[in-house]
């Protein structure tokens, strides 16, 4: 059933010989009017209504997060499940530009209980030489108890629709399973910054030939950052930062066209949801960036941890000290902040660093999807600029 409902979209199919000629690289649907979308919201089943979240209001912004810390992905153990914080989802879905009409909530008819969420925010991604108005779909999530009720395609045609009616015609997505077709498939990769809890969850394992002081040993990170003159972003820096970022992500195949209110959104410094580190370099230029992002998880079912404080990599740029050097300051820095391990996809140029640094490589995938573009090859995670949140 998954199958046939993939088998109806335009996204490039599993079965798509390695035809020659190749199909044209592109849109995959011809080009629609937005007075031809459909005008009714799809049907769910007779017990379901849907609803549109206002991110703004305190009590719905609880009910998004309530149904994601309780419903949302976890790792393949089930040892951890995505705990998302309500200023990070808020800061997500408010990205400049977005709608509530694309922030779509399922309730229940009677109890009108939250059950299902999907998001989008709009972005411009250039893909290769195109520059693309996409949507930035994110957040799918179905109520535990309502599995296998084939909500999620109902939610992926609806989210479609709107985005449509919007003049929208591209999505980009991510997922840890394996969908027609990857665009490109990158690796999670874990530094610990706190070993002994990763151990006492679980995650990590003690070595045979390591005690547990050797293993804190082998983990310890200097007290301060490395390179001079490193502080957190502020306001006045971002025209630098923007230009910093514009020339660093031209060289990837897919990432974000960012302007200056999008980079003042997503990079500037907020308490526990997103933290920025400038070098300065002459007359009011920024010579590097180090940027991560705070996305703890719950940890199921352990009597003494019940939060993994994780940070993600987010935008980085060295161009006056080594990336390697750039990075184990923001080690350092999230260290600090108390983070218990940092984590980083195998995108843009962290390969040059991971291993050197202590990154261990996850057992998880994420991949990148594409909704009617097609690409003839797929990318390798270097090529990959984008983060998603
Ligand atoms: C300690 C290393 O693992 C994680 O940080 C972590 C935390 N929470 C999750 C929740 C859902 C989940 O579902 C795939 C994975 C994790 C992971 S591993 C992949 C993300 C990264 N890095």
Not at 58 to 66: D, F, H, L, P, S
Not at 211 to 218: D, N, P, Q, S, V
Not at 220 to 231: T, W
Request: charge should be neutral; glycine fraction near 4%.
């Amino acid at each position: 059933a998954a199958h046939a409902f993939w088998e109806t979209q335009p996204v490039t199919q599993f079965s798509a010989e390695r035809s020659a000629p190749e199909l044209p690289e592109g849109a995959i649907q011809p080009p629609q009017k937005v007075e031809d979308v459909r005008q009714e919201p799809y049907k769910l089943p007779s017990a379901y209504e849907w609803c549109t979240c206002d991110v703004n209001d305190a009590q719905e912004i609880v009910e998004v997060y309530t149904l994601l810390t309780n419903n949302y992905v976890e790792d393949d153990d089930n040892m951890f499940r995505f705990d998302y914080s309500k200023e990070f989802l808020r800061w997500a879905l408010k990205l400049p530009g977005y709608t509530s009409q694309w922030h779509i909530g399922v309730r229940a008819k009677t109890s009108k209980k939250l059950v299902a969420f999907i998001s989008g925010v709009p972005a411009r991604i250039r893909v290769q030489s195109a520059v693309v108005r996409m949507a930035e779909i994110n957040f799918l999530c179905v109520h535990k108890k309502l599995r296998s009720k084939r909500l999620a395609p109902v939610l992926i045609r609806e989210i479609t629709r709107r985005v449509h009616l919007r003049d929208t015609w591209q999505a980009v997505y991510t997922a840890g399973v394996v969908l027609p077709k990857p665009l490109a498939t990158c690796r999670y990769w874990h530094r610990s910054l706190n070993p002994k809890k990763l151990i006492d969850v679980g995650f990590s394992r003690l070595a045979r030939n390591m005690t547990m002081a050797r293993t804190i040993k082998l983990y310890k990170l200097p007290e301060q950052p490395l390179s001079p003159g490193i502080r957190p972003m502020h306001p006045a820096d971002v025209p630098a930062v923007t230009a910093l970022v514009t020339t660093y992500l031209q060289q990837f195949a897919i990432a974000p066209v960012l302007s200056e209110e999008e980079i003042a959104h997503l990079l500037l410094p907020a308490a526990g949801v997103v933290s920025s580190y400038v070098i300065g370099g002459e007359g009011g230029r920024v010579s590097d960036l180090c940027s991560f992002y705070t996305l703890p998880s719950s940890i199921i079912g352990n009597p003494e941890h019940s939060t993994l404080k994780a940070a993600y990599s987010f935008y980085n740029v060295a161009t006056s000290v080594p990336l390697e050097q750039l990075m184990t300051d923001a080690l350092i820095l999230a260290k600090q902040d108390d983070f218990d391990v940092f984590n980083a996809l195998d995108i843009q140029h962290n390969e040059a660093f991971l291993k050197d640094l202590k990154f261990g490589p996850g057992d998880g995938f994420l991949h990148y999807y594409l909704y009617n573009w097609r690409l003839n090859k797929e990318l390798q995670p270097r090529q990959v600029g984008l983060v998603m949140l």
